[in-house]
């Protein structure tokens, strides 16, 4: 479905203003454990999968990939990208591939989120559908986005506000759409954590 630049910015911005709140972090990770459903402390990591690892950027954030899945990051960027393939220049793009770029910006979610909805309402992007999602615990916000004109035409992007700290963003790349690995995707975005320095 592609929805208009009105209705697209319309709707997210109802959802973000109904979810995320300008509080600290810590406050966040409060309220979130307080909602908390399990025994784990708001913002910690779910048990590990087994087949799974954990990709730490130090001072950054962790997350939980697949243990054959390749992670490079950089702490003072605060920036990884994470693959199922080996990175090679020359590598062509296979209907198997999915490549997750996880970064933390100082942004709110407030200005992160409104600046890349500009970015697809720009590019005149296909937003399949969004929703609020639970990261570890905390509240986030989730779009996915189909029919892209790009080396992978299709992207899964997860917003995790922490307050004025920042914003998390996650954004998969991937060819082929079908319920396993959009699970998979999903499993890792919901694996994020922050580290905080």
Same mark, same amino acid.
């Given at each position: 479905?592609?929805?208009?630049?009105?209705?697209?910015?319309?709707l997210i911005a109802g959802?973000?203003?109904?979810?995320?709140?300008?509080?600290?972090?810590?406050?966040?990770?409060?309220?979130?454990?307080?909602?908390?459903?399990?025994?784990?402390?708001?913002?910690?990591?779910?048990?590990?999968?087994?087949?799974?690892?954990?990709?730490?950027?130090?001072?950054?954030?962790?997350?939980?990939?697949?243990?054959?899945?390749?992670?490079?990051?950089?702490?003072?960027?605060? &920036?990884?990208?994470?693959?199922?393939?080996?990175?090679?220049?020359?590598?062509?793009?296979?209907?198997s591939d999915i490549k997750?770029?996880?970064?933390?910006?100082?942004?709110?979610?407030?200005?992160?989120?409104?600046?890349?909805?500009?970015?697809?309402?720009?590019?005149? /992007?296909?937003?399949?559908? &969004?929703?609020?999602?639970?990261?570890?615990?905390?509240?986030?916000?989730?779009?996915?986005?189909?029919?892209?004109?790009?080396?992978?035409?299709?992207?899964?992007?997860? &917003?995790?506000?922490?307050?004025? &700290?920042?914003?998390a963003i996650l954004v998969?790349? /991937?060819?082929?759409?079908?319920?396993?690995?959009?699970?998979?995707?999903?499993?890792?975005?919901?694996?994020?954590?922050?580290?905080?320095?």
């Open positions: 479905m592609r929805l208009t630049p009105w209705l697209l910015t319309s959802t973000l203003i109904s979810t995320l709140t300008p509080q600290s972090p810590f406050t966040l990770a409060a309220q979130a454990q307080a909602e908390a459903t399990d025994d784990r402390p708001a913002g910690t990591p779910p048990p590990l999968p087994e087949g799974f690892k954990t990709y730490a950027l130090p001072g950054s954030f962790s997350i939980q990939v697949p243990e054959a899945w390749v992670a490079v990051g950089s702490e003072a960027e605060q &920036y990884a990208v994470i693959t199922n393939f080996e990175a090679d220049l020359d590598r062509i793009p296979q209907p997750t770029e996880v970064w933390f910006t100082a942004e709110t979610a407030d200005t992160a989120v409104n600046n890349s909805i500009q970015a697809i309402i720009n590019n005149g /992007y296909a937003v399949n559908r &969004y929703r609020q999602v639970d990261v570890n615990q905390l509240r986030a916000l989730r779009l996915w986005l189909v029919d892209l004109p790009l080396d992978y035409p299709n992207q899964v992007v997860t &917003y995790i506000g922490y307050g004025t &700290y920042g914003t998969t790349h /991937y060819q082929t759409r079908d319920d396993e690995t959009t699970a998979l995707i999903e499993q890792v975005h919901d694996s994020f954590g922050l580290l905080f320095q």
